[in-house]
Antibody, heavy 121, light 110 residues
Framework: QVQLQESGPGLVKPSETLSLTCTVS????????WSWIRQPPGKGLEWIGY???????KYNPSLKSRVTISMDTSKNQFSLRLSSVTAADSAVYYC???????????????WGQGTLVTVSS | QSVLTQPPSVSAAPGQKVTISCSGS????????VSWYQQLPGTAPKLLIY???QRPSGIPDRFSGSKSGTSATLGITGLQTGDEADYYC???????????FGTGTKVTVL
């Protein structure tokens, strides 16, 4: 059974960098795409981006200048860094396994439980 | 602002059927498979439908998906109180080069 678990600080100060890690169990990271998705309180879902084991990554254009997704296959983990955060970045952040090919992505079949990150001084 | 539009809410009595629409464009739904997600209160989204009309293992056949042109539809038959949740459509947008989700629909069982 594939399981994903997010971890990281629940509170980040404005202008600082948000850092989260997703630990994957039950699957090899070398066979899928791995993504981050967020959901502000009471609002809808927003795709942040993905990383493939080859190192290829793709980001939402609306966040591209501030986002970095990296992977450590030896630890079966992938990470999100979002710089220069503001209150608008407060959200539940989910990691997920994504089905893609080299041109498009199709769906997310396994999700972490999510972690709430609040941006506040 | 999402490029995929869903009705904010739908409702029906137990045992009845509801349908949820997802309207997009030629750069997303008109070109790529659509998936649907159920988000029960306080939980992570769960994949309900992928590739327009396919159900993952364990999803009952009360849930169905279809696509026509630049719109997709999720149907739920035999509505149960446990189906009260938010439902989201999603697909890839080739113009944005990004995965996009619908605005979300809250299903209420009367």
């Amino acid at each position: 059974q594939v399981q994903l678990q997010e971890s990281g600080p629940g509170l980040v100060k404005p202008s600082e960098t948000l850092s989260l890690t997703c630990t994957v169990s039950g699957d090899s990271m070398s066979t899928h795409y791995w993504s981050w998705i967020r959901q502000p309180p009471g609002k809808g879902l927003e795709w942040i981006g993905y990383i493939y084991y080859s190192g290829t990554s793709k980001y939402n254009p609306s966040l591209k200048s501030r986002v970095t997704i990296s992977m450590d296959t030896s630890k079966n983990q992938f990470s999100l860094r979002l710089s220069s955060v503001t209150a608008a970045d407060s959200a539940v952040y989910y990691c997920a396994r994504e089905y893609c090919n080299n041109t498009s992505c199709y769906f997310f079949d396994y999700w972490g439980q999510g972690t709430l990150v609040t941006v506040s001084s | 602002q999402s490029v995929l539009t869903q009705p904010p809410s739908v409702s029906a009595a137990p045992g009845q059927k509801v349908t949820i629409s997802c309207s997009g464009s030629s750069s997303n739904i008109g070109k790529i498979y659509v998936s649907w997600y159920q988000q029960l209160p306080g939980t992570a989204p769960k994949l309900l439908i992928y590739d327009n009309d396919q159900r993952p293992s364990g999803i009952p056949d009360r849930f169905s998906g279809s696509k026509s042109g630049t719109s997709a539809t999720l149907g739920i038959t035999g509505l149960q109180t446990g189906d009260e949740a938010d439902y989201y459509c999603g697909t890839w947008d080739s113009s944005l080069s990004a995965y996009v989700f619908g605005t979300g629909t809250k299903v209420t069982v009367l």
